[in-house]
Structure formats: C-alpha cells, structure tokens
C-alpha cells in the first residue's frame, strides 16, 4: 500500500468510527454533521474528477448540486400531494423512493453538465472558469423566479424519503447509506482515474496538444470527464436535499460552487481523499468556530490564502510529500 | 408600449451598460495586463459603497463621498495587490480564483463585522435628484443621467489615457510583452500595483455611484461581478472596447428584456403565467446572449 493509500485508508475509517461514536455516545446531531460532511465530499469527489485530473476550473458545479436538489425536491413535493408532475402526453407521478429520485437527479445533472459542457469546452483557461461561472448564475435566477416550486422561498419536504430495506429517519442510518455511496463514488473515481480514459485526461490537461497529436479528441474527453463530474455533484445535491429536507435556490448560487472548490484544496487537488478531507475539516471549522465566532469565514478565508500561496498540496499533499 | 416608455427602458439599459463597462474595464485590464483573474474585484465595488455609504452619513457630501469611495477602494486595491495578488501572477488560475475567493470570503465578514448586517442608505444629493425633461418629452431621473455622463465621461477617459499617455503605452506594452518592458528599465511590479489600483479605484467608484440608487450591503459586489464576467466574455478579455460594447449589450438585454419578454409571451397564454415564465426567461437572457456569442466567436466580439 502506498502512504497516500494509507492515509485514504486511516480517513475513511476515521470517517465511519466518529459516526459510530455518536451514535454510542448518543449524539445525533453530530452524526448529521458527519451525513453533511460526507455529502459535501460526494460532491467534491465529483468535482474533483473535473478539475483535479481534468484540469477544468469549474465555478459553476453549483447548476449541478442545485438541480440534483430540486429533482428530489419536486419530485417529493409531487408524491406528498398526490399531485402527478404531468399527465400528458404520458402520466408521470411524484415519488418518495430514493434510488428513482438519485437516478432522476444523475440523469437531470447530466444532461445539464452535456449541454454547458458542450458550450462553455470550446473554450479553455479564464473563458472556461467565467463562462462556467455564469451557466451556474443562470440557474439561479431561473430558480429565483421559477415560482412554481417555491420561487426564492424553496421547497419543504415534510418526510425524508424512503430506502428500501432501511429507515432513512434514524440518523445513523441515513449516515450508513450516505457513506456507503460516498465509498461507491470514491471507488469509481478511483477506477477511472486508473483507467485509459483518466489518463488520457491527465495527459489532456498536461499537453492538449500531445494528447491531440496520437488521435484522442480533448473536447470529447472534457466532456465526458464533465459530464460524469456534475452527474456524481448532482447526486451530491439529491442526498443534501434530502438531509435537509428542504431545497432552495441558496443551492445554485455561486458561493456552492465555490465552497465545494474549497474543500478540494483544503484536501489537496487530484488526490483521491482530498475533498473527503477538505470537506470533514470545512464542517469541523464551521460547527466549532461558527459556534465561536461569528465571523469565522475571516478565518477560513485566512486558512485558505494560507494553503494556496504556502502549501499547494493541500492537507493530503501536506500528508504524503511531494507535488502533483 | 409607447415610444416614451421604450426611450426610458433605452435610457435604463444604457445607465447599467455603463456601469457594467466601470467594473468591467477593471477586470479586463488586470486581465489583460497580469494575467490575472481577480474574483475579488466585487469587493472592491462593495468597498467603494460602504465608504461612500459612511463619508456621506458623516459629513453629508455626495462629492466627498465619492471620493471617499475612489481612495478607499485604490487603497484597498493597492494593499491586496502587494500582499497577496502579487504573489499570484505566475500561478496557475485555480490558484489565483481560490486566493481570490478567499480574499471574498474575508473582506464580506470584514465589512459585515464592521458596518453588521442591516443594509446602509446613499442619498442622491438634491442637485442631482428629481427627473428632468429630454427632448421629445420625456421625463427621466437627473440622477441616471448624470450617471450615463460619468460612465461615458470615464469610457472617454480610459481611451485616452490607454491611447495617448506613457502609462497607457506602458500597460499596452506590458500587456504584449512584459520581460521586454521590463528589460527596458519600467519598474514592472510597480507598474502592476498602479494598473491593479486603478481598476480597483474605478470599481469603488461605481459601487459609490450605483449605492445611491441601491442598498449598500454586504454581497452586494457579487452579482455585478458575475455580469461584468458576462460583460468581459461577450467583449473578449483584455479588450477595453470589447468591454464597453459588451457592456451596452448586456445592459440592454438585462433591462429591455425584463419588459418586453413578459409583455411578448402575454400574447400566447394567460397574463399571469406569461408574467412568471417572461420573468424567469428574461432573467436568463443575458447568459442566452454569451452563449450565442460563443457558438460563433469562442474569444468573444473583440477577443
């Protein structure tokens, strides 16, 4: 095992046994700050597949996150009000079932990532981030001023939706499914990463022009790596919904994207654990400082300057030595 | 819809079209100049208001506040420019968008820890408020008008001193090549201090002038960010007259959207889901405008 799989290994166990902890010692809150920490590491695991081995620095992963969010939204609001979504020219009803909400939201998010993927890859560098950036904002005004689904005020679901086999209102077990797809997402990220594809984008975003050179299309390969991107950070957005039991534009906006950008660096970019990390340290900052003071993203903005210009390996990096 | 009410929804568009072009002529010159993609820079804006905001509630000057919000935004352009932006220059641009969103997140709680919460108010001075009649009978706010001149007045300006003075040659210069000028003996780090000082002066400014029309609060700076990203990507970076004819289109869609999609939709359905859908359209038309630009010109107009 090598020392970055060590670590990944000592986080992930590290991970599951603080759930177990509050859950002996009784504390359920803080297993769902542990749900939320491993939501926000799903969606950082799919935009890391962007912008670590890809090398596209997107700022506009919140679309995804928001819109995986609103298919649980209204697909649940649907089902709690026995009100079918349309029935013309088929019948299509609201559901409370959590794998047909994650498939919506996987196919609604990739289908969003395809279409600002196909527009916004014909650029590259600073076009890319600022384009990627104002797609994000589209759809958060969309959101805003979209009133049939609660408009600036967001849409509540009164029952968290169902597992089969499991009762996703005890907390632990929520925390349980959640991580278990947290393992699911990493396990596929690690295998791409291995795979032709993953190399073939890790060489793309080295040298576009060598990668071009032996007859592999980069545009195609970004899309691709894009699109499974925001399809992962849209399921990311459909359990996040789901824990709260709420959604709302706050969802869309471009500070999401951003957040979801920092737990990757706090972690360290294109390491495996790196937002798993990154986004453990960003809820523990959040609950212990937030409690503190309420000014705390002084802070955080502080730790994060620190790491870009002074550590650029992330904590992962810090972990393992030596520079991606 | 009559002609008068066109020529105001005009005369809107043009008043945020160039605003737009005062933040965005900012960006695109340090873009063009450094390299440098500065998140930061709707901060900057947000400072300029809140200094104004403050000047004017102390000493009751429209004019000292103005001021206020030029230096108090060079200043706080200056001093990020050589503690930190200065070290970004040669880093890639996810480093530079992280250090630069980091600079975000401290100078909103910055402001939010100082000023808190609630929103502050910037009066238009009486000699600049109530409307004034234009030729053809049309009422308008002085105040917005007075706010196209300064825009076109600073658009003028920015021209000049890009064409025809030493610091202008010297940007232009430094933006073709920067080991040549600075082999030809121009200090080149203060030369990038200046540059990033004056963009950051010129968006203090318009976060001033726009803060008598809106609330001053925290966040504010974000929004106009984000559309004079628009503006800068339509325009094509570092081109100061693709910002300014971005910023016009982007001005114009925003504000003549807003009334004639609800108004067009309202003659296919009913008036109240045309109102909602015209709405939420108009409200994505300006990034259905970047988008058409893309598909034919990927640099943008003048890229």
Same mark, same amino acid.
């Given at each position: 095992?090598?020392?970055?799989?060590?670590?990944?290994?000592?986080?992930?166990?590290?991970?599951?046994?603080?759930?177990?902890?509050?859950?002996?010692?009784?504390?359920?809150?803080?297993?769902?700050?542990?749900?939320?920490?491993?939501?926000?590491?799903?969606?950082?695991?799919?935009?890391?597949?962007?912008?670590?081995?890809?090398?596209?620095?997107?700022?506009?992963?919140?679309?995804?996150?928001?819109?995986?969010?609103?298919?649980?939204?209204?697909?649940?609001?649907?089902?709690?009000?026995?009100?079918?979504?349309?029935?013309?020219?088929?019948?299509?009803?609201?559901?409370?079932?959590?794998?047909?909400?994650?498939?919506?939201?996987?196919?609604?998010?990739?289908?969003?990532?395809?279409?600002?993927?196909?527009?916004?890859?014909?650029?590259?560098?600073?076009?890319?981030?600022?384009?990627?950036?104002?797609?994000?904002?589209?759809?958060?005004?969309?959101?805003?001023?979209?009133?049939?689904?609660?408009?600036?005020?967001?849409?509540?679901?009164?029952?968290?939706?169902?597992?089969?086999?499991?009762?996703?209102?005890?907390?632990?077990?929520?925390?349980?499914?959640?991580?278990?797809?947290?393992?699911?997402?990493?396990?596929?990220?690690?295998?791409?990463?291995?795979?032709?594809?993953?190399?073939?984008?890790?060489?793309?975003?080295?040298?576009?022009?060598?990668?071009?050179?032996?007859?592999?299309?980069?545009?195609?390969?970004?899309?691709?790596?894009?699109?499974?991107?925001?399809?992962?950070?849209?399921?990311?957005?459909?359990?996040?919904?789901?824990?709260?039991?709420?959604?709302?534009?706050?969802?869309?906006?471009?500070?999401?994207?951003?957040?979801?950008?920092?737990?990757?660096?706090?972690?360290?970019?294109?390491?495996?654990?790196?937002?798993?990390?990154?986004?453990?340290?960003?809820?523990?900052?959040?609950?212990?400082?937030?409690?503190?003071?309420?000014?705390?993203?002084?802070?955080?903005?502080?730790?994060?300057?620190?790491?870009?210009?002074?550590?650029?390996?992330?904590?992962?990096?810090?972990?393992?030595?030596?520079?991606? | 819809?009559?002609?008068?009410?066109?020529?105001?929804?005009?005369?809107?568009?043009?008043?945020?079209?160039?605003?737009?072009?005062?933040?965005?002529?900012?960006?695109?010159?340090?873009?063009?100049?450094?390299?440098?993609?500065?998140?930061?820079?709707?901060?900057?804006?947000?400072?300029?208001?809140?200094?104004?905001?403050?000047?004017?509630?102390?000493?009751?000057?429209?004019?000292?506040?103005?001021?206020?919000?030029?230096?108090?935004?060079?200043?706080?352009?200056?001093?990020?420019?050589?503690?930190?932006?200065?070290?970004?220059?040669?880093?890639?641009?996810?480093?530079?968008?992280?250090?630069?969103?980091?600079?975000?997140?401290?100078?909103?709680?910055?402001?939010? =820890?100082?000023?808190?919460?609630?929103?502050?108010?910037?009066?238009?001075?009486? =000699?600049?408020?109530?409307?004034?009649?234009?030729?053809?009978?049309?009422?308008?706010?002085?105040?917005?008008?007075?706010?196209?001149?300064?825009?076109?007045?600073?658009?003028?300006?920015?021209? =000049?001193?890009?064409?025809?003075?030493?610091?202008?040659?010297?940007?232009?210069?430094?933006?073709?090549?920067?080991?040549?000028?600075?082999?030809?003996?121009?200090?080149?780090?203060?030369?990038?201090?200046?540059?990033?000082?004056?963009?950051?002066?010129?968006?203090?400014?318009?976060?001033?002038?726009?803060?008598?029309?809106?609330?001053?609060?925290?966040?504010?700076?974000?929004?106009?960010?984000?559309?004079?990203?628009?503006?800068?990507?339509?325009?094509?970076?570092?081109?100061?007259?693709?910002?300014?004819?971005?910023?016009?289109?982007?001005?114009?869609?925003?504000?003549?959207?807003?009334?004639?999609?609800?108004?067009?939709?309202?003659?296919?359905?009913?008036?109240?889901?045309?109102?909602?859908?015209?709405?939420?359209?108009?409200?994505?038309?300006?990034?259905?405008?970047?988008?058409?630009?893309?598909?034919?010109?990927?640099?943008?107009?003048?890229?």
């Amino acid at each position: 095992m090598t020392r970055e799989g060590v670590i990944n290994a000592v986080v992930l166990a590290g991970f599951a046994g603080f759930a177990l902890f509050a859950y002996v010692a009784n504390e359920p809150f803080l297993i769902t700050l542990a749900t939320r920490a491993a939501i926000f590491a799903i969606a950082g695991v799919g935009l890391n597949l962007a912008l670590g081995v890809g090398g596209l620095v997107s700022l506009g992963h919140a679309a995804f996150f928001g819109i995986g969010g609103y298919a649980m939204g209204v697909l649940a609001s649907h089902a709690q009000t026995f009100d079918p979504i349309f029935e013309v020219p088929f019948l299509i009803e609201g559901t409370k079932s959590m794998p047909v909400i994650w498939l919506v939201a996987i196919v609604a998010s990739g289908l969003a990532a395809l279409a600002i993927g196909a527009l916004s890859l014909r650029t590259t560098g600073v076009y890319f981030i600022m384009i990627s950036l104002a797609f994000g904002q589209m759809f958060y005004f969309f959101a805003i001023s979209w009133p049939a689904y609660g408009g600036e005020d967001g849409l509540s679901i009164y029952v968290r939706n169902g597992f089969p086999g499991l009762n996703t209102l005890d907390p632990i077990q929520f925390f349980a499914l959640v991580f278990a797809v947290l393992l699911a997402v990493l396990w596929l990220s690690h295998l791409l990463a291995r795979s032709n594809f993953g190399l073939a984008l890790n060489a793309a975003r080295q040298s576009p022009e060598r990668v071009e050179t032996v007859g592999i299309s980069v545009y195609r390969l970004r899309l691709v790596a894009f699109v499974i991107s925001g399809m992962i950070t849209g399921l990311a957005g459909a359990l996040f919904a789901d824990l709260n039991r709420f959604v709302s534009p706050v969802m869309f906006s471009w500070q999401t994207s951003g957040e979801i950008m920092v737990f990757i660096i706090i972690g360290g970019v294109a390491r495996l654990c790196g937002p798993v990390v990154g986004a453990a340290l960003f809820i523990a900052m959040e609950h212990l400082l937030g409690g503190l003071w309420d000014f705390w993203h002084i802070l955080l903005g502080l730790l994060l300057l620190g790491i870009v210009i002074f550590a650029r390996g992330g904590i992962v990096g810090a972990l393992v030595g030596g520079r991606r | 819809m009559t002609a008068i009410l066109l020529a105001e929804q005009v005369l809107n568009g043009l008043q945020l079209g160039l605003m737009l072009f005062v933040m965005a002529s900012g960006l695109t010159l340090v873009f063009g100049v450094m390299g440098l993609i500065n998140l930061a820079h709707g901060s900057l804006y947000m400072t300029g208001a809140f200094a104004a905001a403050a000047v004017a509630g102390a000493t009751g000057s429209f004019l000292l506040a103005m001021v206020a919000a030029l230096a108090a935004a060079a200043a706080a352009g200056a001093l990020i420019e050589v503690t930190v932006i200065r070290r970004l220059y040669k880093r890639d641009h996810l480093d530079q968008v992280l250090a630069t969103f980091a600079l975000i997140l401290i100078f909103s709680e910055g402001v939010r =820890w100082i000023f808190g919460s609630f929103p502050l108010y910037l009066d238009i001075p009486v =000699w600049l408020s109530g409307p004034v009649t234009l030729p053809g009978g049309i009422e308008y706010s002085r105040y917005r008008l007075a706010l196209i001149a300064v825009g076109l007045a600073i658009a003028g300006g920015l021209f =000049w001193m890009i064409g025809h003075t030493r610091l202008g040659i010297r940007i232009r210069a430094g933006a073709d090549d920067r080991e040549m000028i600075a082999a030809l003996g121009v200090d080149i780090s203060k030369l990038y201090t200046a540059v990033f000082a004056l963009g950051a002066a010129l968006a203090g400014l318009a976060g001033g002038l726009v803060g008598a029309i809106q609330s001053v609060q925290v966040g504010m700076g974000e929004p106009v960010l984000i559309l004079a990203f628009v503006v800068i990507v339509i325009g094509g970076i570092g081109s100061i007259k693709g910002a300014l004819v971005g910023a016009i289109l982007v001005g114009l869609t925003d504000t003549l959207g807003g009334i004639f999609l609800p108004t067009a939709l309202a003659a296919l359905t009913d008036a109240a889901s045309a109102n909602s859908i015209g709405s939420a359209m108009a409200s994505m038309a300006i990034y259905v405008l970047m988008a058409g630009v893309l598909i034919f010109r990927p640099k943008g107009l003048f890229g």
